[in-house]
């Protein structure tokens, strides 16, 4: 992501300066625009204004609790699953394995809405486990767990996706030796892969988190869009524009977007930490690094 | 082939390749994940539409209003695809190639799409074009309307798939070879023809790869557009928000068929996205 330019010289040419204010206008228009004037507008009648939007509206507050509660569990399924697929696809040959590779990405060209609308045929009340559910007094759909499913199932490529590269590229021998030092599988785990992993882990789990706090199309279908019931916080942003209560609105969405601009932080901070560790992998790599006693043999 | 029992043919290989454990614990989370989220509720929305039966889903899916809605999300994520492409190339080149101060800020602001939610993306775009917004100041004078309009849904859809145009470019830009460049120059190639002949060859998968992923996230895009495009049936109606305004009638059967034709748009692309993305891969070799 971040290399070194090569060619310094044509910055200062006309052509180079006539490009990089193409990018700069382009960057700026679309993405610094907009950014800045969710805060302009969301403080544009005081920090008084917009502390109450948030904190004196029942169905406000309601709506932060709730993104707090989905956002997290949706996350945490998808660390577990993420980790056991990655396991599964970089540790292991077995048949099947390249379409099971292209499943994982399906989600994310898949619309939300019609993801929300798949789950709403299988957990609606119409739809297929809608009497055996309504037997059991177990509501998913129009209640959080339809929100969690939903989320989960838009950012489920995020983890899998970021731990995948990192894992081939670190490969197998490390935990091959600690196994054949008889180091049981939860142990080659936690103190071989895990510690290997774990700015991919962050990485992905951070872009997983904001993906699921954002997330609208999906949510707004399972959710039926209850105030102060079933409305997550982006949901809550399109309702006061709804009910024209823009300043509201924007109050809210300045949450979102802080945010959004914490997770960019957290995200090229790890990318550093990545950047460093995959320069002492191939280091170690080196010719004549190989001759490890702890490799020596073991390798494919 | 030898004639080994069947049913130890795929455990054995499994167990020759590797010593390490969790291959059943692993696959069993896979799978409950990916069979139980993905497989089945596609599944079971395909089963729906095909219930219909040809005519039924014909009727359902292939209504005046639902065409419009096709050719409206078609049109305007194309458009959107197209600008996405080019801007995402001239912005993946700059900051590869050209150093200048803010570089690395620039770089880092390139993923603001995809962190911020794309209901607050609406929300500001279409308070920002607007007739009294920021930009719609200037623009609705001159006779431009960046809200409630096609080009409303267009600039959301710019914004939230320019970050796949440029991530999928930039490294192929920063591996390029630079010294073919310099032997074309000093062979006497122009400036453009250095490009045209030596380096647009050469990320031109690339390019195509960020297209086809940009249009599969705009195809499917629905959050940002329903702040911006004022939901017009025939006119500014994108199929996802036809899909969603079915659902709250309770036209399940028609909500079912719009999205099982969405369904198959996005999924030619992935395929599409796989089959550059094995081209390029090769490509790189």
Redesign the interface.
């Given at each position: 992501m971040t290399s070194k330019p090569r060619d310094a010289a044509t910055a200062t040419s006309p052509l180079g300066l006539l490009l990089i204010t193409g990018a700069v206008a382009t960057v700026g228009l679309l993405i610094v625009a907009p950014l800045a004037s969710v805060f302009v507008d969301a403080f544009s009648n005081g920090p008084r204004a917009w502390w109450e939007a948030l904190a004196h509206d029942p169905d406000t507050r309601h709506a932060i609790w709730l993104s707090l509660t989905v956002a997290p569990i949706a996350v945490l399924i998808n660390t577990i699953f993420g980790v056991a697929a990655a396991w599964l696809v970089a540790r292991f040959r077995f048949p099947g394995r390249s379409l099971l590779v292209s499943l994982f990405d399906v989600p994310f060209s898949v619309s939300p809405v019609v993801a929300g609308l798949a789950l709403v045929l299988i957990f609606g009340r119409q739809g297929l486990l809608g009497p055996t559910l309504a037997g059991l007094a177990v509501k998913v759909i129009f209640a959080w767990p339809g929100l969690v499913l939903a989320t989960t199932f838009v950012t489920l490529p995020l983890v899998v996706r970021e731990l995948i590269p990192v894992m081939e590229a670190i490969g197998p021998e490390e935990e091959m030796a600690a196994v054949s030092l008889g180091a049981n599988g939860w142990q080659v785990f936690w103190r071989v892969t895990l510690p290997n992993i774990r700015w991919a882990l962050l990485h992905g789990v951070v872009l997983a988190n904001a993906r699921a706090m954002g997330e609208f199309g999906a949510v707004y279908v399972v959710s039926g869009h209850i105030a102060g019931a079933t409305d997550t916080m982006p949901l809550r942003v399109e309702k006061l524009f709804q009910e024209y209560r823009t300043p509201a609105s924007m109050a809210v969405a300045s949450v979102l977007a802080a945010l959004a601009l914490l997770t960019l932080v957290a995200k090229v901070f790890i990318e550093r930490q990545l950047e460093t560790e995959s320069k002492e992998l191939e280091a170690a790599r080196a010719p004549g690094a190989d001759t490890d006693p702890t490799t020596g043999g073991l390798g494919p | 082939m030898n004639k080994n029992p069947p049913t130890s043919i795929?455990t054995r290989?499994?167990r020759q390749?590797?010593?390490?454990?969790?291959?059943g614990?692993?696959?069993a989370?896979?799978s409950l994940?990916?069979v139980g989220?993905?497989?089945?509720?596609?599944a079971?929305?395909i089963l729906?539409a095909a219930s219909l039966g040809p005519a039924g889903f014909l009727a359902a899916a292939w209504t005046p209003r639902a065409r419009a809605a096709y050719a409206v999300s078609l049109g305007a994520s194309l458009a959107a695809a197209i600008i996405s492409s080019l801007?995402g190339l001239?912005?993946a080149?700059?900051?590869?190639?050209?150093?200048?101060p803010?570089?690395?800020i620039?770089?880092?602001?390139?993923?603001?799409?995809?962190?911020?939610?794309?209901?607050?993306?609406g929300?500001?775009?279409s308070?920002?074009y607007v007739e009294k917004g920021?930009?719609g100041q200037i623009l609705v004078p001159v006779g431009i309307k960046g809200a409630y309009s096609r080009l409303g849904i267009v600039l959301v859809l710019?914004?939230v798939s320019?970050p796949f145009a440029i991530?999928v470019v930039?490294?192929v830009i920063?591996s390029l070879d630079?010294d073919t460049e310099e032997a074309a120059r000093l062979l006497g190639a122009s400036?453009s023809q250095t490009f045209l002949r030596v380096v647009l060859p050469g990320i031109l998968p690339a390019v195509v790869t960020g297209f086809a992923l940009a249009l599969?996230?705009a195809?499917?895009?629905?959050?940002s557009v329903?702040?911006i495009s004022g939901n017009m049936p025939f006119k500014t109606e994108i199929?996802?928000v036809l899909?969603?305004s079915r659902?709250e009638e309770f036209a399940?059967a028609e909500?079912?068929a719009i999205?099982v034709v969405?369904?198959g748009m996005?999924?030619s692309?992935?395929i599409v996205?796989?089959v550059l993305q094995q081209r390029l891969a090769r490509n790189a070799q």
């Open positions: - | 795929p290989r499994v390749r590797t010593v390490l454990p969790g291959f614990l692993s696959a989370i896979t994940m990916i989220l993905v497989v089945i509720p596609l079971v929305l729906r801007l001239l912005v080149w700059v900051l590869v190639r050209l150093e200048f803010g570089r690395r620039l770089d880092a602001l390139v993923d603001v799409p995809l962190a911020l939610p794309t209901a607050v993306a929300l500001v775009y308070t920002l920021w930009l710019v914004f320019l991530r930039q490294p920063e630079k400036k599969a996230r195809l499917g895009e629905y959050g329903v702040f199929a996802p899909i969603v659902l399940y909500a079912t999205a969405l369904l996005s999924l692309m992935l996205v796989n």
